[in-house]
């Protein structure tokens, strides 16, 4: 989100999910979104057929949502600043951006006209693969259109260039005019149901609860009085958790505490973040079950599911939302804030840490016994301005869009609306670089990484519904047909999927999903670790490694190993697919 | 609600029972009705769908009109006298819900949604028994093998009352429109149609199932649901992806049965397959239920007090020994916001470091 809270100051999704059924013109690119976010996905086809909105679908995959697209660009992977330029060249060439909007809105316009001169749609088709033809048939479209709204999410970001990924969108929709309107906007899909908010309050090495930065002195002044603590905040950017694992096999970090999350699976290279999380002194894990990152641990903490707390989740439009206690947690589990809470009085006493007695009176909110998620709610709006006007009083009439900064605030569907967060819209100049891998002679193929609609993530819940995994026993390498005859597979073979960093066997599917040249494969399955393959060159800003793109070559496994390999299949059952 | 679709809005007078109310153009006079607290029995209606016509229970006489007519299909105008209650409507409802019978087995008891089922409602309202149901000895049609499912979804042709309120949500709500009807008569099924050019296939979200009146459609795991009467119901925030749908968890006892769609939210009552199905490792075996910690390689269980004491112990030591940035949180993306708030206030407030972060970036 670095990329879009450098063009418009504020990293969120600027529009409602809603406003999908009420626009003219809608870009998705780098989300399959009928799959990783099936309901959203629904509103696309319901604008589509039900609203004739015109859909613009960018994606080197054939994904389901290209059945309903006008058009349909192919580029190749780790090509977007390349097609993006592009298509602002064609705006710029054509007099078609939204002068008044970028006169009165924006700097650094000239800075982008420098940066995209060269991106002709002609050089652009060498470079992406994308027929200059259709590369500016989109461009007029999207530019043409009175209310146009772009929604992407990890296919644009998990790139090496992935800050400069979402920036170069920025520019294309400030240069229409097409941010701050009702249907338009710059729309990352959070992939988890609380990402949003585990950034809103503060879960960030830089930034404490609402966006405010621990480098800023009078900040951390502010949240020292308030915490009362009487502990020294530092003002020092911590680390991300991409550069945890390598502070690990440094030997810098020695103690790790992990509180619902399975990196051994979920993180790119993952055999490295394997050996990391082995070899640190003492890791704490906090879950519901016992992952394949709790296994390594030196303690593990049982927690409560999201039926079992209360509490608020704010989704990827900024929506906070009521989450309330069902049932009560198994055996001796407890909800993550109570056990934090608990920890947090233990450690204060042997650090001799300040508890101020009742939590929440006047400005002081350093006291750790919470009577309930309310009482912390209410503190986390004290200190996250754009909270400050919400309470799980209104929530019960149902979600607020963040910002809300009073009582009486109805809450902020759009932003940007008259100005931007940061003042004016900024254009950036930039320059296309190829990935960081790039499939030579010896790894042949792309490998590009992504989610089904019947799995979430690492698999640690929907592997455990029976029926979901069921429906998806497991996970297959998608191979495009042309390619896959002259290595001689077929459907349901076993195929040994090897990088320079790992390898993974698994059964294939042939399907014109997949680009000639392309495979890919999905992180849900433990029996197919893909991420032991993926690249973890990272973003230089965001830290986000490049899980979307890496070399790789497909073998087929010959008959003899099949047969060592006889029980291991057996053991995974019949295949429904 | 959903209503018929006109070009403008007019005020409508009508007679509705002998009493005049007001209506606008474009409703119903089943709309009318429920707007005035008359009740008109239905089955097939939906006020998620597009009326269907389809089961002859909210048949009202208009005066001036042959026929009763369905009143769910019928547009109000101007100057229209209703009638939702006479002897006759009563007769034909009753017959007709005999015939919706013939098809659907009387074994309620040991049918999930006994107790919340509109058909079972409208058979007590009308006071069916087996001795009325010997009038029709029709030999139920032999439906074989299931001949519809998926490996979330079963559905069960004798207690299908062919409605049709799964056609449309499968196209209304779902936006996929794979099922239609199969076969005539007697011998009538829903059925998934065969991938045609659209390359349209079902996704199991489960918008059929949830929006069966008769539990024709279920989830195929074969797990009771629970007494409708025992359940509690909570309205909570779906825990997958970023879209942040709003469920209904179904409690009995202390276990989650199902879930079910909430009438509003972002998602405006429709569901994917994770968040309707995907409940089950709620109450999964496997779920940690005590703090262990690993000594010599083994898992020891061990209480709170144990558990917690040791970790702030290796904690403080590691700060004391190494300073403050020797140590490093993970939060999660998949906690609230009020733990993820503690998460950093511990690690920046207690512990003093900004080694602070969270699965954002996969």
Redesign the interface.
């Known amino acids: 989100?670095a990329g879009l809270a450098a063009s418009f100051g504020s990293g969120a999704m600027t529009n409602?999910?809603?406003e999908i059924e009420n626009t003219d013109v809608i870009l998705v690119t780098g989300s399959n979104t009928?799959e990783?976010?099936?309901?959203?996905g629904?509103r696309i086809?319901?604008a589509v057929?039900r609203r004739n909105a015109k859909l613009i679908v960018i994606d080197p995959r054939k994904i389901e949502l290209v059945?309903f697209a006008h058009i349909w660009l192919r580029p190749l992977p780790g090509t977007e600043v390349a097609w993006i330029n592009g298509m602002i060249h064609v705006i710029l060439n054509e007099g078609l951006w939204a002068k008044d909007y970028v006169a009165k809105r924006t700097e650094g316009f000239e800075e982008l006209c420098e940066a995209v001169a060269s991106y002709t749609p002609e050089r652009v088709e060498a470079i992406s693969g994308i027929p200059a033809q259709e590369l500016t048939r989109a461009a007029r479209l999207y530019a043409e259109a009175p209310k146009a709204m772009i929604l992407y999410a990890m296919g644009i970001?998990?790139h090496s260039s992935g800050t400069d990924n979402v920036k170069a969108l920025a520019n294309l929709a400030m240069l229409c005019g097409k941010v701050g309107i009702e249907g338009g906007g710059l729309n990352p899909?959070?992939?988890?149901?609380?990402?949003?908010?585990?950034?809103?309050?503060?879960?960030?090495?830089?930034t404490?609860?609402g966006y405010q930065k621990?480098t800023d002195e009078n900040v951390l002044a502010s949240?020292q009085q308030a915490?009362g603590?009487g502990?020294?905040?530092?003002n020092?950017?911590?680390?991300?958790?991409?550069d945890?694992t390598k502070?690990i096999l440094q030997g810098?970090?020695?103690?790790?505490?992990?509180?619902?999350?399975n990196?051994v699976m979920?993180?790119?290279n993952a055999s490295e973040a394997r050996k990391a999380f082995e070899d640190i002194?003492?890791l704490?894990v906090q879950?519901?079950?016992?992952s394949e990152t709790?296994q390594l641990?030196?303690?593990?903490?049982?927690?409560a599911?999201?039926?079992?707390?209360d509490?608020?989740?704010?989704?990827?439009?900024r929506?906070?939302?009521?989450?309330?206690?069902?049932?009560?947690p198994?055996?001796?589990?407890?909800?993550?804030?109570e056990?934090?809470?608990?920890?947090?009085q233990?450690?204060?006493?042997?650090?001799q840490?300040n508890m101020p007695a009742a939590a929440g009176t006047g400005q002081s909110f350093?006291s750790w016994s919470y009577h309930d998620?309310e009482a912390?709610?209410n503190?986390?709006a004290r200190l996250a301005p754009a909270y400050a006007g919400i309470s799980y009083e209104r929530l019960e009439q149902?979600?607020i869009q963040w910002p809300c900064p009073s009582k009486y605030h109805p809450g902020t569907p759009i932003l940007h609306s008259q100005r931007f967060a940061r003042g004016l819209g900024k254009f950036f100049g930039l320059e296309w670089n190829p990935p960081a891998e790039m499939p030579d002679e010896e790894y042949p193929f792309y490998l590009s990484t992504g989610r089904i609609?019947?799995?979430?993530h690492t698999g640690?819940?929907?592997r455990?519904?029976?029926?979901?995994n069921?429906?998806a026993p497991e996970g297959r390498i998608e191979i495009n047909p042309q390619d896959a005859q002259p290595l001689g597979i077929v459907t349901g073979e076993r195929v040994r999927v090897i990088s320079r960093r790992g390898s993974v066997e698994a059964r294939v599917r042939l399907t014109e999903r997949s680009a000639p040249g392309m495979v890919f494969g999905t992180f849900h399955f433990s029996e197919t670790p893909i991420n032991q393959l993926t690249n973890d060159a990272l973003d230089p800003v965001?830290?986000?490694?490049e899980?979307k793109v890496c070399a790789v070559r497909v073998e087929k496994i010959k008959r003899a190993e099949l047969a060592a390999l006889q029980p291991a299949i057996a053991e995974m059952g019949v295949d429904?697919c | 609600m959903v209503t018929l679709r006109t070009k403008e809005l007019r005020r409508i007078h009508l007679t509705l029972d002998g009493k005049p109310v007001l209506a606008r153009s474009g409703q119903t006079i089943l709309d009318v009705a429920r707007e005035n607290d008359v009740y008109i029995p239905t089955l097939c209606y939906s006020d998620k769908l597009r009326p269907l016509g389809t089961c002859r229970m909210c048949l009202v006489e208009i005066e001036g009109t042959a026929m009763p007519v369905t009143s769910c299909t019928t547009p109000v105008s101007e100057g229209m006298v209703v009638h939702t209650d006479t002897a006759n409507l009563d007769n034909l409802r009753r017959e007709n819900l005999k015939l919706i019978l013939t098809r659907h087995p009387y074994n309620c008891p040991s049918c999930d949604i006994n107790g919340a089922c509109e058909l079972q409602d409208l058979v007590y309202r009308y006071d069916i028994s087996h001795q009325d149901m010997h009038a029709y000895q029709i030999k139920p049609a032999d439906f074989g093998e299931t001949p519809w499912a998926?490996?979330?979804i079963t559905y069960h042709p004798r207690r299908c009352i062919l409605c049709g309120r799964c056609v449309s949500a499968c196209t209304e709500i779902?936006?996929v429109g794979v099922l239609a009807y199969k076969g005539r008569g007697s011998d009538t099924i829903i059925a998934s149609t065969e991938p045609n050019e659209?390359?349209r296939e079902c996704?199991?979200?489960g918008e059929c199932l949830a929006s069966c009146p008769v539990d024709a459609l279920v989830?195929?795991?074969g797990q009771p649901k629970g007494k409708a009467w025992e359940t509690?119901k909570?309205?909570?925030?779906?825990?997958?992806?970023?879209?942040?749908?709003?469920l209904i968890?179904n409690?009995s006892g202390?276990?989650?049965t199902h879930v079910s769609p909430s009438r509003?939210?972002?998602?405006q009552g429709?569901?994917?397959?994770?968040?309707r199905?995907?409940?089950?490792?709620?109450?999964?075996k496997?779920?940690?239920?005590?703090?262990?910690?690993?000594r010599d390689g083994y898992?020891e269980e061990v209480?709170?007090d144990v558990?917690?004491?040791?970790?702030?112990?290796?904690?403080?030591a590691?700060?004391?020994r190494?300073g403050?940035?020797?140590?490093?949180?993970?939060?999660?993306?998949?906690?609230?916001?009020?733990?993820?708030?503690?998460?950093?206030?511990?690690?920046?407030?207690?512990?003093?470091?900004?080694?602070?972060?969270?699965?954002?970036?996969?």
């Open positions: 989100m409602t999910i809603a009928t990783g976010h099936p309901i959203i629904r086809k319901r057929e059945k970001t998990q899909l959070r992939g988890q149901n609380n990402v949003q908010g585990a950034c809103d309050m503060g879960a960030l090495p830089n404490l609860p621990v949240f915490w603590t502990v020294r905040l530092s020092r950017v911590g680390m991300a958790s991409t945890m502070a810098t970090l020695r103690g790790l505490y992990i509180m619902g999350e990196p979920s993180d790119a002194e003492f704490v879950d519901i079950f016992l709790a641990a030196d303690v593990v903490l049982p927690a599911s999201f039926a079992e707390k509490g608020t989740f704010t989704n990827t439009e929506r906070v939302q009521r989450v309330r206690k069902a049932i009560e198994p055996g001796q589990a407890r909800a993550d804030w056990i934090l809470a608990d920890l947090a233990r450690l204060a006493m042997r650090l840490v350093g998620a912390i709610f503190e986390a149902g979600g609609r019947y799995h979430y640690t819940m929907t455990r519904s029976k029926g979901l069921r429906i965001a830290k986000i490694p899980l429904a | 998926t490996p979330l779902a936006e659209f390359g996704i199991s979200c989830e195929a795991n509690k909570v309205k909570t925030i779906c825990t997958y992806c970023g879209t942040g749908c709003e968890l409690v202390n276990k989650v509003g939210g972002v998602n429709a569901l994917c397959a994770k968040g199905f995907g409940y089950d490792f709620i109450n999964h496997d779920r940690l239920r005590s703090p262990m910690i690993r898992w209480n709170w558990a917690l004491d040791y970790v702030a112990d290796k904690f403080a590691i700060k004391q190494e403050a940035d020797a140590l490093a949180g993970l939060s999660s993306a998949r906690c609230t916001n009020e733990e993820n708030y503690l998460f950093q206030k511990l690690f920046r407030g207690v512990l003093g470091t900004n080694n602070v972060d969270h699965c954002a970036r996969l």
